[in-house]
């Protein structure tokens, strides 16, 4: 089968060589007719093949003007001009560096020579100049076909030494640069983005908002100014189709149904990056992968969740990717007021493929170094197939991730060693081992025998003290072992029970369905666990603790077994001895934000006391004008320890003025429309449009914005909004669908 793929390919490369060639020396007849354009690169040390360049200037009343260049290649390489090219393209669906060999997506010498940005070479670009105001407001971009020379060829590490020890005349760019790509970044932050970048520290977060550890020879200030400018400039041109109602392809992300409040998240994210030896980053993206679904192509506007964008496309890397390629097509017809390219159903079909490609060349290099990372760990493993206790030593020094690595090996080879059995007993009775690690050990392998028992056993028992982590545990077996997705009904008569919130949760495995019992809890995100809790417990169980769907709560109550009861009795008291506390770190959270400081960071510092019955130490901090405040708060859960701390932080920091706060959005309602998106990403309703009317002179006059929502059940509802700009008629409409959700037009599940 593989030969049979390949073969296209050889006997497509003479009319691939030939296309090329003629698309150079097309190139180098029209560039003459273009404007001039302005910009320098900045890229890896061994970059050829370079699709955007910058330039940047400090306007005189405050602000900036940004022009941010793209290679033109969708005036070149088209499916009817250059048909052998754009199937090439397709099949690759962008570039690949491996160590072994690079991959270029299109050929060398239209990648690497006539289309791509180098240093004193006049190139085809499209450039799109942005202002921003003095708050970073971003004004109405221009977009132009520009013939661009580019003044500068940086490297990421000749970059960052000339920001610090200017040498040349392009210092002062590269210092307003970087001043800018810090105000974009801290403003993302503002507007709710998972976004950080500590790159002398070495952590960073992808565009998708995973935490990702740069090495060594990455950890440059000057990556920043790059990433900031080009998600800038992918926002605006996904501003430019969406706003015109064209069909391109989307970036989307989604929230999964599982994925905590936005800013559970970013709390996470600054522990992990503000203490990256206390609080393991890792941990952290593992926690980001099971909240956000991976970022796929369509094309239809779904918001983008990491980026905690209505709106988002890739279009800055043409010569690597090829929906950037399609994206920039679109754009050129749309310039030109020609019909668009591709129809929808083109789109999907393009948007299929590439997604496909892009998993598979993913799951290809995650299982090459998962490969080399296994052989490590297997010998590893057979070096402490003795229970000697030299053997117990070495492996009580593995850290977290490692020691993950060697359950998963023992657990798929189904050999547990005494030593390594005694190790993961030892960390489970330590809660030094968490949602992945239960997982694996309980129910990604068939494990069997007295040895596997213990241990399972143990992981339930922790399980059941550690109820937070059984709802990551569900999401786990659905995107690994195919499980149904978990479904959590949820008690609507609080008069019938004042005292707190019902749930039940049941999921379908190979067309057998568990169900929990209906669990109580003072909090509904608690009743949720504890439900979660038993349904794991009667999937690891016995066939005897399966129950059908036609089950109800009760069935399920009178028939459990003992070691079930007990395991929810557990869970259950772990949850009672959380009493809910006034939010003490969201009241500190809005004060350190009107001081202009940073988050708080909370760290674990001790545990004491019984396994059953745990007291918990955290270290509360905050730090900004120079000033550093820590306190210690206890609890009996380690939420209740962080409250605790926060109290006392509060009660340490002085009464200092609050800063008049930095705006960064329009200041005509905000969030509305922001929220609706928000909404839509969380899968709570299914899609949002807007429509726009003008009454008056071409200048002033009333826009008119009509909002419609469908929700999941694909009822529509519309709500109207007016303005004198587009931007403000849409932001009242979408405050006026709000409205309309909260009396209840919409039945909307509060989950």
């Known amino acids: 089968m593989a030969q049979e793929q390949e073969n296209p390919q050889r006997s497509a490369a003479p009319a691939v060589r030939v296309e090329a060639e003629a698309v150079s020396r097309s190139v180098a007849e029209q560039l003459a007719r273009r404007p001039d354009a302005r910009g320098i690169t900045i890229d890896g040390p061994t970059s050829t ?10 306007l005189p009343q405050g602000g900036y003007q940004l022009e941010v260049s793209i290679a033109d290649v969708g005036s070149w390489i088209t499916p009817l001009q250059t048909p052998a090219l754009d199937s090439a393209a397709f099949r690759r669906a962008f570039t690949r560096y491996e160590r072994e060999r690079y991959r270029p997506m299109l050929p060398q010498l239209l990648s690497e020579d006539q289309l791509s940005l180098l240093e004193g070479r006049l190139r085809p670009a499209v450039t799109m100049t942005l202002s921003l105001d003095a708050q970073l407001r971003l004004g109405e971009p221009h977009i132009a076909l520009t013939a661009l020379r580019s003044s500068k060829q940086w490297s990421y590490d000749v970059a960052e030494c000339e920001l610090e020890q200017p040498q040349t005349t392009f210092a002062p760019m590269l210092q307003v640069a970087y001043e800018l790509a810090q105000g974009l970044l801290h403003s993302r932050r503002l507007r709710g983005a998972l976004a950080a970048y500590e790159g002398p520290e070495g952590w960073i977060t992808t565009e ?11 950890r440059y200030k000057t990556q920043l100014i790059t990433a900031e400018f080009m998600i800038l400039a992918n926002q605006a041109f996904a501003h430019f189709f969406a706003s015109r109602g064209l069909l391109a392809l989307y970036r989307n992300q989604k929230a999964t149904a599982v994925a905590p409040e936005r800013f559970t998240l970013l709390q996470l994210l600054d522990a992990a990056v503000q203490h990256p030896t206390l609080v ?31 709106a988002y496309v890739h279009m800055t890397s043409p010569i690597r990717r ?15 007021n020609a019909r668009p390219p591709y129809s929808k159903a083109e789109l999907v079909s393009i948007a299929e493929a590439v997604n496909r490609k892009e998993e598979v060349v993913k799951e290809a290099r ?18 402490e197939s003795g229970d000697s206790i030299a053997s117990g030593r070495s492996l009580t020094r593995l ?30 009775e330590a809660r030094q081992l968490y949602a992945h690690d239960l997982f694996t050990l309980l129910f990604r392998f068939n494990t069997s025998g007295p040895a596997w028992e213990r241990v399972r056993k143990a992981a339930l028992q922790k399980l059941a003290n550690t109820p937070e982590h059984a709802v990551s545990i569900l999401l786990m077996g659905q995107h690994t072992l195919g499980w149904s997705v978990p479904t959590f009904e949820f008690s609507d008569s609080l008069k019938a029970h004042p005292s707190g919130f019902l749930a039940r949760v049941s999921v379908s495995i190979a067309d057998q369905m568990y169900v929990s019992a209906w669990q109580q809890a003072p909090q509904k995100s608690q009743a949720k666990q504890l439900a979660s809790v038993e349904v794991l417990a009667r999937i690891a169980g016995k066939e005897s603790e399966v129950f059908s769907a036609g089950t109800g709560g009760e069935s399920p109550e009178s028939s459990a077994s003992n070691d079930l009861r007990s395991l929810v009795d557990v869970a259950t008291q772990v949850v009672s001895k959380n009493p809910t506390l006034p939010n003490y770190k969201g009241q500190l959270v809005e004060l350190v934000q009107a001081l202009r400081w940073d988050l708080p960071a909370y760290v674990e510092r001790g545990r004491s006391g019984p396994p059953h019955a745990p007291l918990f130490s955290v270290e509360g901090m905050v730090s900004g004008d120079g000033r550093h405040y820590s306190t210690q708060g206890e609890g009996t859960t380690k939420a209740q320890a962080e409250q605790h701390a926060a109290r006392q932080l509060l009660q340490l920091i002085p009464q200092l003025p609050v800063k008049p706060p930095i705006p960064v959005a329009p200041a005509e309602k905000p969030t509305a429309r922001s929220s609706l998106h928000e909404m839509q990403q969380k899968g709570r309703i299914r899609t949002i449009s807007y429509t726009y009317e003008h009454a008056g002179q071409e200048h002033e006059g009333m826009f008119t914005c ?11 509802l519309t709500a109207t909004g007016q303005g004198t700009t587009k931007r403000q008629a849409a932001q009242e409409a979408s405050l006026e669908m709000l409205k309309r959700f909260s009396g209840g037009d919409m039945g909307l599940d509060e989950a």
């Not at 090829?322 to 030109?336: C, H, K, P, T």
């Not at 009509?706 to 529509?716: F, G, K, L, R």
């Open 49 to 58: 093949d370079l699709d955007d360049a910058f330039w940047i200037e400090r």
């Open 208 to 218: 998708d908002g995973l935490p990702r550890q740069l090495g060594a020879g990455e």
């Open 280 to 310: 393991s980053p890792e941990r952290i993206r593992a926690t980001f992968q099971l909240a956000m679904e991976r970022a796929r192509y369509a094309p239809t506007v779904e918001g983008h969740f990491g980026l905690n964008l209505p």
């Open 322 to 336: 090829y929906a950037d390629l399609v994206n920039q097509r679109i754009l050129l017809a749309a310039l030109q």
């Open 366 to 383: 995650q299982n090459h170094y998962l490969a080399l990372h296994d052989r490590h760990i297997e010998k590893l493993v057979a070096s």
């Open 399 to 428: 850290d977290a991730r490692t020691f993950h690595s060697v359950i998963r090996i023992v657990a798929e080879g189904q050999v547990l060693f005494p030593a390594i059995e005694e190790e993961i007993l030892r960390r489970l």
């Open 706 to 716: 009509t909002c419609t929502v469908v929700d999941v059940a694909s009822q529509s």
